[in-house]
């Protein structure tokens, strides 16, 4: 079992900067990754970044170049630093931790990310 906590998210403006949390209840180099999901309305969940155990990290096209994904090993903590933000970045944020190579099966409740143009 693994719980997850998002923090950080809220309205910024085009342009913007923002950082999110996400504090796991275990070691995270204990799971196979963690990643960042978004889903905004009307549109179907989508991996924007993840970190596997051995700091291989992947991002989707869409963020390559603006969203970094790091982590605080001692703290349990993943992070998303989100830059240069843009109005189709809005959506909930959600945390998750793979334990095999394939399925998330963890999740955090979610965090809202408004960019306003």
């Known amino acids: 079992q693994v719980q997850l906590v998002e923090s950080g998210g809220g309205l910024v403006q085009a342009g913007g900067s923002l950082r999110l949390s996400c504090a796991a209840s275990r070691s995270i180099l204990s799971v196979n990754a963690m990643g960042w999901h978004r889903q905004a309305p009307g549109k179907q969940r989508e991996l924007v970044a993840a970190?596997?155990?051995?700091?291989?990290?992947n991002y989707a096209d869409s963020v390559r170049g603006r969203f970094t994904i790091s982590r605080d090993i001692a703290k349990n903590t993943v992070y998303l630093q989100m830059n240069s933000l843009k109005a189709e970045d809005t959506a909930v944020y959600y945390c998750?931790?793979?334990?095999?190579?394939?399925?998330?099966?963890?999740w955090g409740q979610g965090t809202q990310v408004t960019v306003s143009s």
């Open positions: 998750a931790a793979r334990l095999g190579p394939t399925n998330w099966g963890y």
């Open positions: 970190v596997s155990s051995g700091e291989m990290r």
